[in-house]
């Protein structure tokens, strides 16, 4: 319990500015983990393993703050929200989307990969907030960043792919859904 303790703390310390809430301390003590994307982590208390991709971790995260279990992947997280009239897209200014945004919500991407399902989502993680120099921030799951703690830049591009000869369709961020 101690060591717990003081990896929230130093935690805390990596990211000032941020309110202690569950989320958070949840979120931190899973980036104090160092465990990398698609690794195999058996949480508390569970008796197998879990794969920490993006959407599982958002899934342990919104189990353990909220008491529900999202469905499994990124795009059936979305189409659950949007059928629920909880899914708002991303509009084109930084500043509204800022003021809009609130901790806990799930932020969507799409075209990160090449999708084998419609609609195209293919990417999730949990907006944490902003820190003291305006910075927003967000946890979950993503490529060569590992499960953690990460920046959130709403207008930059994510992962991707070739889909025609010499075109790149680019990964972006479509919107949020407020749990």
Same mark, same amino acid.
């Given at each position: 319990?101690?060591?717990?303790?003081?990896?929230?703390?130093?935690?805390?310390?990596?990211?000032?500015?941020?309110?202690?809430?569950?989320?958070?301390?949840?979120?931190?003590?899973? &980036?104090?983990?160092?465990?990398?994307?698609?690794?195999?982590?058996?949480?508390?208390?569970?008796?197998? /393993?879990?794969?920490? &991709?993006?959407?599982?971790?958002?899934? #342990?995260?919104?189990?353990?703050?909220?008491?529900?279990?999202? /469905?499994?992947?990124?795009?059936?997280?979305?189409?659950?929200?949007?059928?629920?009239?909880?899914?708002?897209?991303?509009?084109?200014?930084?500043?509204?989307?800022?003021?809009?945004?609130?901790?806990?919500?799930?932020l969507f991407?799409?075209?990160?990969?090449? /999708?084998?399902?419609? /609609?195209?989502?293919?990417?999730?993680?949990?907006?944490?907030?902003? &820190?003291?120099?305006?910075?927003? #921030?967000?946890?979950?799951?993503?490529?060569?960043?590992?499960?953690?703690?990460?920046?959130?830049?709403?207008?930059?591009?994510?992962?991707?792919?070739?889909?025609?000869? #010499?075109?790149r369709r680019?990964?972006?961020?479509?919107?949020?859904?407020?749990?």
């Amino acid at each position: 319990m101690k060591r717990a303790l003081l990896v929230v703390f130093l935690a805390a310390a990596a990211f000032p500015g941020l309110a202690q809430s569950e989320l958070e301390v949840r979120a931190r003590w899973l &980036d104090s983990l160092g465990l990398p994307y698609n690794a195999h982590w058996t949480p508390p208390g569970e008796p197998k /393993p879990w794969k920490m &991709d993006c959407s599982n971790t958002v899934r #342990w995260l919104h189990r353990e703050t909220h008491g529900s279990l999202l /469905p499994r992947t990124s795009s059936d997280q979305y189409l659950f929200f949007r059928e629920r009239g909880r899914f708002r897209r991303a509009g084109t200014n930084p500043d509204r989307l800022m003021r809009e945004l609130r901790r806990g919500d799930l932020l969507f991407w799409e075209h990160t990969y090449r /999708p084998q399902r419609r /609609p195209p989502v293919t990417h999730v993680m949990v907006y944490l907030g902003r &820190d003291q120099a305006g910075r927003m #921030w967000m946890a979950g799951s993503q490529g060569g960043q590992g499960v953690g703690v990460h920046e959130f830049r709403p207008k930059m591009r994510m992962g991707g792919y070739n889909w025609f000869l #010499w075109f790149r369709r680019e990964g972006r961020f479509i919107g949020y859904a407020r749990p």
